[in-house]
């Protein structure tokens, strides 16, 4: 047995007119249409629901009990779907029920906190993903999240809304023990001749990077120690294994094990990742763009000033903070 068809919403609209109306001609009016359609239209209500809604040849126009029954209910019908519109443009307009956000695993210890701070206002409901690039990647294209903070833009994908946040420059760190051991001034080639280095696993992207770096700079270095996580990475600069390569947001994440640890600015700050914001295209209305200004002030704001205590060459300008791609 087939379902039943759903009234018209149109058709509820011009019946409630109809109903508070004292006839057709008069509805017709209020309405902007021919008295033809508003008749059609009612017919078509009564054959499809099977029953009498008003009473024919009456003056003023009279419902049936039917006709009561259904002016009633659609009246509150239509009322919800004018408040449904309203919470719609509002999301579309301030926020969201439920967001679902990936961020790479620096960006989350560096900005997860703030950035729910500054995000709670217009999303009512915040899920935060972390972890390393791939694996989000195929979270977001799954669906399972619905932004993405990477160092991917994802360009062979289309239907995506791009926007580039910050370069996040290279760094050099050093144990203060072993780099007092070294002759001036201090280089990365005098760091790659004389010790050993800590680098970031070349499965990751950030370990990958590394390598390309080195390449650019004609550099062979003696990676002893590999390891993904930034943490542990740091903890052996500081207790003099080696030396390593970082990015700024990378550091931020560990200022707590700088106090020993000498970081120095990499080649100018020629070399750099650069971090975006990955949406689906129209489905989170102006959200993207709001969390994407939300990760750019807080870059600017507080982890820049924790920054500059470390590496007092760094400038906002270094880390070129742009908008959609």
Known sequence: ???????????????????????????????????????????????????????????????????????????????????????????????????????????????GSKLIARLSPFIEQLTLRSGLTPPLMQAFLDREIDILVSNDPLTGVDGLERFELFRDPMLLAVSARDLGGLPAPVSVESLARALPMIKYGRHTHIGAYSEVVLRRMGMQANVRYETDDTHTLMNFVHDGHGWAILSALCLAQVLYLTEDVRVMELDRSRHARTLYLLAREGEMGSIPQQVASAIRGILQGPVFEGLVQRAPWLTVDVFGAAGEV
């Open 1 to 111: 047995m087939s379902e039943p068809r759903l009234l018209d919403t149109h058709m509820l609209h011009t019946f409630v007119v109809i109903a508070e109306s004292p006839s057709l001609t008069d509805a017709a009016r209020r309405l902007g249409v021919t008295q033809s359609a508003v008749s059609q239209c009612l017919k078509q209500l009564e054959d499809q629901l099977g029953t009498a809604l008003v009473v024919r040849r009456s003056r003023p126009l009279h419902l049936t009990a039917a006709g009561n029954a259904l002016k009633q209910n659609a009246e509150g019908i239509l009322g919800e779907l004018r408040r449904l519109s309203a919470r719609v443009r509002g999301a579309a307009d301030q926020g969201l029920v439920h967001c679902r956000l990936g961020l790479i695993t620096s960006c989350s210890e560096v900005f």
